[in-house]
Nanobody
Framework: QEHLVESGGGLVEPGGSLTLSCAAS????????EAWYRQAPGRQRELVAS???????TYADFAAGRFTITRDDTKNTVYLQMNNLKPEDTGVYYC?????????WGQGTQVTVSS
């Protein structure tokens, strides 16, 4: 059965760092495009970073210079390294893997940035 499982969220103080993980089962991530999204309370889900198959990584303006998306093919896992976190980064973070016809989402992991 194909699924994605995120982990690594939690409570962090402003200026801190977190690394989110998205482990895949039944899915070969290196054959797909991956992306991280987030959704804050009362707001729409928004794209944070993407790693399109065969193309360069892209970042939302708020993420550029602070967040990094990577993938470890040996672990079949995609990561989101987040540095210098701000309170406005609070939300549920989701990973997505997609191909031409398929699309998979994880269940999300909560990130809370607060002092």
């Amino acid at each position: 059965q194909e699924h994605l499982v995120e982990s690594g969220g939690g409570l962090v103080e402003p200026g801190g760092s977190l690394t989110l993980s998205c482990a895949a089962s039944g899915i070969t991530l290196k054959m797909l495009s991956e992306a991280w999204y987030r959704q804050a309370p009362g707001r729409q889900r928004e794209l944070v970073a993407s790693m399109p198959l065969g193309n360069s990584k892209t970042y939302a303006d708020f993420a550029a210079g602070r967040f990094t998306i990577t993938r470890d093919d040996t672990k079949n896992t995609v990561y989101l390294q987040m540095n210098n976190l701000k309170p406005e980064d609070t939300g549920v973070y989701y990973c997505k893997a997609s191909g031409f016809i398929q699309e998979y989402w994880g269940q999300g992991t909560q990130v809370t940035v607060s002092s």
